[in-house]
């Protein structure tokens, strides 16, 4: 059964940072691209980055590029976001995703979610 727990989240101040992880189980991590997206009240969920497990390549939208980082650690088949410098735009319930294969931020692409984690970010 795949799996993916999302963890890290909280409340920050305006300017913080804040580590989601991903913790994934039940697939072939190498085979797959892990996503991160991002659902604020009222507004649609939107790609925010993606790493490919097989090449390590990543690709980010615009507004958080620069600040936030996704990495991995294949051995515990685990994705992480580093997310620095935080608006209070960024407030919203994050989720990882996995699909197979290549990255392409689009949230219908991705076939399996995580929970969510909520960051809100105050001013």
């Known amino acids: 059964e795949v799996q993916l727990v999302e963890s890290g989240g909280g409340l920050v101040q305006a300017g913080g940072s804040l580590r989601l992880s991903c913790a994934a189980s039940g697939f072939t991590f190498d085979d797959y691209a892990i996503g991160w997206f991002r659902q604020a009240p009222g507004k649609e969920r939107e790609g925010v980055s993606c790493?490919?497990?097989?090449?390590?390549?990543?690709n980010y939208v615009d507004s958080p590029k620069g600040r936030f980082t996704i990495s991995s650690d294949n051995a515990k088949n685990t994705v992480y976001l580093q997310m620095n410098s935080l608006k209070p735009e960024d407030t919203a319930v994050y989720y990882c995703?996995?699909?197979?294969?290549?990255?392409?931020?689009?949230?219908?692409?991705?076939?399996?979610w995580g929970q969510g984690t909520q960051v809100t970010v105050s001013s």
């Open positions: 790493i490919n497990m097989s090449d390590g390549s990543t």
């Open positions: 995703a996995a699909k197979l294969y290549s990255c392409i931020l689009l949230a219908g692409m991705f076939g399996y």
